[in-house]
């Protein structure tokens, strides 16, 4: 058995928290009504409160999202007592030999308490520019939804919880387990926050970044090159591919890629354009192109996106 410490946080986000302890009794339900014991033992730790037992290296410490709409608030909370009683908790675990996971804002705890140095991490999308910037040292993957580089692991966007604690159930209990679970729950698997990314919020947070942007949706109509993107944004080829990626993740070709297929999602699902008009529309001469890249982005065909329901917004708390 694993023994859990799933730790609230002071304001954080509710329903990651329920999401954690759902899944965890749902695991231990269904390994129970299958006649095996039940995987997990778990213990909600509070930051003011010391644990029950001290971290041993067969323990599981889950920290769920944090609970923040801005970058500013997010500093703020890091910058809080409970937080950094978070990070030292965390700390403590990992040097007791423990596992630690995290998902969403949470996963700033764990890089500012060094956790994180050296090894692959995802965080919630929106807030990957900060990451980047606040911890250089972590290769962060931000387009994946869970990546699980154990004894850590963490996760993206604020539903992402789940997904996390899929991953959870297969490393402590079994992937069969896991798959159970998420049949009783009604999970889709999904492998990629890329579908849900918003270009236009990421490039906002750079000036010239911007430009670029704006530049190329001014262009969409044509093949333009990544030489052109570059001198739109006022750098140099090389320089421009440097910021880029620090501030979104992307090589040039993959940002003009996204800003393309951004566009053609909205034609599609506003519009009965077929799929070549709007390929041209996007600068695309061959259809093909764009389903290409809408089923490897999106992972779903363009007709099924003209059905999608817009997700939601950088708003969400995470």
């Known amino acids: 058995m694993t023994r859990v410490r799933v730790l609230a946080l002071p304001d954080g986000m509710a329903s990651s928290l329920a999401i954690t302890l759902d899944a965890l009794e749902t695991a231990n339900q269904v390994s129970v009504n299958g006649g095996r014991p039940a995987p997990f033992e778990v213990e909600t730790l509070r930051t003011g409160r010391a644990p029950a037992a001290a971290f041993g290296p067969r323990d ?56 994180l140095a050296g090894r692959r991490a995802t965080t919630t999308w929106w807030l990957a520019p900060a990451f980047r910037r606040l911890h250089p040292e972590v290769e962060l993957v931000a387009d994946q939804i869970v990546v699980a580089d154990w004894p850590i692991a963490t996760a993206g966007a604020a539903m992402a919880q789940m997904d996390l604690m899929l991953a959870v159930i297969a490393r402590f209990a079994s992937p069969g387990l896991s798959e159970a679970c998420a049949r009783y729950l009604l999970l889709d698997q ?53 910021r880029l990626a620090g501030v979104c993740g992307l090589s040039p070709v993959r940002f003009a ?42 992972r779903r065909s363009p007709a099924e996106l003209r059905r999608r329901p817009h997700g939601a917004g950088p708003t969400d708390r995470l």
């Open 257 to 298: 890629q996204r800003i393309r297929m951004e566009a053609a999602e909205r034609l599609l699902e506003t519009t009965r354009l077929s799929v070549d008009e709007v390929a041209r529309r996007v600068g695309y001469a061959e259809p093909s192109t764009l389903r290409r890249l809408i089923r490897r982005e999106a």
């Open 60 to 115: 599981l410490l889950i920290v769920p999202g944090l609970g923040v709409r801005s970058e500013a608030e997010l500093l703020a909370r890091l910058a809080t007592p409970a937080v950094r009683r978070a990070a030292g908790i965390a700390t403590e675990a990992r040097a007791a030999g423990a596992s630690v996971a995290a998902s969403c804002a949470s996963t700033f705890i764990l890089a500012q308490a060094g956790l």
């Open 190 to 242: 999904r492998r990629s926050q890329a579908p849900y990314m918003a270009v236009s919020f990421l490039a906002g947070q750079d000036a010239q970044v911007a430009r670029a942007e704006a530049w190329a949706r001014a262009n969409i109509d044509r093949d333009f090159g990544m030489d052109e993107l570059a001198a739109a944004a006022g750098l140099a080829p090389r320089t421009f591919a440097r």
